[in-house]
């Protein structure tokens, strides 16, 4: 790339990611909050507060675009895409895949290529591409189903807190609520 006469040297960088030194485990918090709320020791909230501030893996995999027949008779790829996983649930409503590690994305498919993000992030994405939920670890160990107004509350940067009476409630930026119509 070159840039203009006009532009700083640096403007066309791209930036790199928070993650470079990632290798692909789960953040310990997370893992135990999902294992726990499977075994119904942990509450909904607890798991929460543990994936706001967690890394996660949002699988990317190709998509043909078109193909060539070559003069020995065989196809090959000509040009193909990069695409974020969408899964369709059985009441038509749409999920963004992601994962806390490297081994639950290769359970789920190994081709895939996995793409660091913050959870707020995936999130983020998920309300982006019109999905209703955020399906972490749908192959295992411990499946779990971000959807609605705390998929929404997640994307926006707000995060559950625990409080003085022992109940949990979301802090965020001032005014309404992600989600609310008014």
Known sequence: MTASPNERPDARRLQGSEYV????????ALAAALAAHDTGAAAYPDVLAALVPARLLVPVVAILGEAEVGADGLARDKSSDMAAVLLTGADGRLALLAFTDLAA??????????????????????????????????????????????LHRVAAGWRPVRLEDGGWGWLGAAGNPPGDPD
Request: charged letters at 15%; proline letters at 11%.
């Open 21 to 28: 030194a990632d290798a692909g485990a789960a953040d310990p």
């Open 105 to 150: 994305l290769a359970a789920w498919d190994p081709q895939a290529r996995p793409v660091p993000v913050a959870a707020h992030l995936a999130a983020a994405t998920a309300v982006q591409e019109g999905a209703h939920a955020l399906v972490v670890d749908v192959a295992g160990p411990h499946p779990f189903v971000l959807a609605d107004d705390d």
